[in-house]
T-cell receptor, first 111, second 114 residues
Framework: QQPVQSPQAVILREGEDAVINCSSSKALYSVHWYRQKHGEAPVFLMI?????EQKGHEKISASFNEKKQQSSLYLTASQLSYSGTYFC????????????FGKGTKLSVIP | NAGVMQNPRHLVRRRGQEARLRCSPMKGHSHVYWYRQLPEEGLKFMVYLQKENIIDESGMPKERFSAEFPKEGPSILRIQQVVRGDSAAYFC????????????FGSGTRLTVV
């Protein structure tokens, strides 16, 4: 079942922060986050495995609450380069190879 | 390291023709996945392959679609007798082991059926 992302779209000014949420109705083993710019390939940002860890990547970090089957992506001090569509992809088992992606959150950062 | 290579980038086919989409995974990656993306939609899983084996094709339409990953050469996604509804972006991704290592996506093939 497809995870639900919120919000669907968000507009930020440079330097502002944003949170993108991903919720699933199924038990999850891992959550992946990708960013896709228009007309380009999705780019892997990070993966969070069962255990509730939080990860960071420059000014982008994420958390995973396995009990709530939710993950959140945090973007701080946003830059123009952060613009794009963010997708979460979920896997339900340790050996899962198939990711189920949400519909995406379109993030626009303006000067 | 050239990354995941897909070709062609753009493909136009008339209804009823065949479309062949190619994907060469990253060096050292033995797992290949094909996803389809419609405008304003997420990526929909189609098929997962390893060399010479189709592991899971549960996302593939039962008719007209097929995929292979031969011992030598790229993975091929083949769509026979294309229809307008097949127009989409088709992305190939690869990973070294299971998806727990994250995917590397190719740039996609944008198929337009006229």
């Amino acid at each position: 079942q497809q995870p639900v992302q919120s919000p669907q779209a968000v507009i930020l000014r440079e330097g502002e922060d944003a949170v993108i949420n991903c919720s699933s109705s199924k038990a999850l083993y891992s959550v992946h986050w990708y960013r896709q710019k228009h007309g380009e390939a999705p780019v892997f940002l990070m993966i969070l495995l069962k255990g509730g860890e939080q990860k960071g990547h420059e000014k982008i970090s994420a958390s995973f609450n396995e009990k709530k089957q939710q993950s959140s992506l945090y973007l701080t001090a946003s830059q123009l380069s952060y613009s794009g569509t963010y997708f979460c992809g979920t896997a339900s088992g340790a050996g899962s190879y198939q990711l189920t992606f949400g519909k995406g959150t379109k993030l626009s950062v303006i000067p | 390291n050239a990354g995941v290579m897909q070709n062609p980038r753009h493909l136009v086919r008339r209804r009823g023709q065949e479309a062949r989409l190619r994907c060469s995974p990253m060096k050292g990656h033995s797992h290949v996945y094909w996803y389809r993306q419609l405008p304003e939609e997420g990526l929909k899983f189609m098929v997962y392959l390893q060399k010479e084996n189709i592991i899971d094709e549960s996302g593939m339409p039962k008719e007209r679609f097929s995929a292979e990953f031969p011992k030598e050469g790229p993975s091929i996604l083949r769509i026979q007798q294309v229809v307008r509804g097949d127009s989409a972006a088709y992305f190939c991704a690869s990973s070294p082991y299971s998806s727990n290592y994250g995917y590397t996506f190719g740039s996609g093939t944008r198929l337009t059926v006229v």
